[in-house]
């Protein structure tokens, strides 16, 4: 239960990344306001004139403009970083190893949004302790006790349901089995609350704009996309899903593939990463709402076998935000016209 009390936030620039208790600090800036720890902080950054609203509770953080310009909504699902300390003490793995299949930075790539007046939710819950790119009933026989079998479910079989038993690489997170009613608490705490936030920022963005883009932001380990490039072909550093065009309308897709190529990176479709729970649930081009996978190369910008930044994060976290700059700018513009 996290307490509605109030404390400076530290605001230097585009991160706000918690170091300690009531502290954010991040590249520029100084004491830009308060904040009500699970409840809501106002702050300006000094180089923009965009007031950003943050929401912080146990199981997301949700950054808002003041004002919003377009229908871009950025989310993070698996970049979350708040390990359990029981989770921890009873798994298998040792902490460096269970954080591989956490997109880790990947919310601190896209914190320029809110900035640049777009919404940015990122999850808390670590994605090997609960998955929010699943579906609420894919759970694991394997690894929760009382769960009939289902009919194949390849996530399911795979041990990546939406209580994980496994991280990359196949390696087991438990010894023995959960109780059903560990992973229904689970789910109540941070899986619901999650999907109802965005699935309430779709529904408002679709209200204000006539459409909602939803971009589902992840990172892909940079031998995955070794293992499915053909030899003598480039591997691309972005692979946008979107279902083979079930989930975004195709100048939704175009304009998205544009900013990031348009930003120096070679960009692929839909293989291997075609896109799972978030894009199949939210995305629907005919009523509006157009969702994109963004996997991004987790090999420029971070040491996988250390988890921890590059020297050269800072700088292609800048690129990221010239690629957001565009697409919001491009959607609002969009936006307007079509409100007109």
């Avoid at 003490?89 to 299949?101: G, K, P």
């Avoid at 939406?162 to 997170?173: L, N, Y």
């Avoid at 839909?270 to 995305?283: C, E, I, K, R």
């Avoid at 005919?286 to 994060?313: K, P, W």
Wanted: proline share 6%; glycine share 10%.
């Amino acid at each position: 239960m996290l307490l509605p009390w109030t404390f400076p936030v530290k605001r230097k620039g585009r991160g706000a990344n918690r170091v300690g208790r009531g502290v954010y600090t991040g590249k520029r800036g100084g004491l830009q306001g308060v904040l009500a720890f699970g409840i809501i902080g106002l702050y300006r950054s000094e180089e923009s004139e965009v007031p950003v609203a943050r929401t912080e509770t146990e199981a997301y953080v949700l950054t808002r403009p003041d004002r919003r310009v377009g229908p871009m909504i950025f989310a993070s699902p698996h970049s979350g970083r708040d390990y359990p300390a029981d989770f921890l003490d009873r798994a298998l793995l040792d902490r460096r190893a269970i954080r591989s299949s956490e997109d880790a930075f990947v919310d601190d790539l896209f914190s320029m949004a809110p900035e640049m007046g777009a919404v940015l939710l990122a999850a808390r819950a670590p994605r090997a302790y609960i998955d929010l790119n699943r579906a609420a009933d894919e759970l694991d026989p394997a690894v929760i006790e009382g769960i009939a079998r289902v009919p194949h479910n390849p996530r399911i079989s795979s041990g990546l349901g939406v209580i994980p038993r496994v991280v990359a690489g196949g390696r087991s997170i438990y010894r023995g089995k959960l109780a059903l009613a560990e992973a229904e608490a689970r789910l109540r705490r941070f899986w619901h609350p999650y999907h109802q936030a965005l699935a309430g920022l779709v529904e408002e963005t679709r209200a204000a704009f006539g459409e909602a883009v939803l971009i589902d932001c992840h990172s892909m380990p940079h031998e995955a996309i070794e293992a499915h490039t053909r030899p003598g072909q480039p591997r691309p550093e972005v692979v946008l899903g979107d279902r083979y065009g079930a989930t975004a309308g195709r100048e939704v897709m175009e304009r998205v593939e544009a900013a990031f190529s348009g930003a120096g990176l070679r960009v692929g479709r839909n293989a291997p990463f075609a896109g799972a729970y978030v894009a199949q649930a939210y995305g629907r081009p005919s009523r509006g709402v157009h969702v994109v996978q963004v996997e991004i190369d987790r090999a420029l910008y971070m040491d996988e076998v250390r988890v921890e930044r590059l020297a050269g994060f800072g700088a292609f976290r800048d690129l990221i935000a010239g690629v957001v700059a565009e697409l919001v700018s491009g959607a609002g513009a969009a936006g307007r016209l079509a409100a007109e």
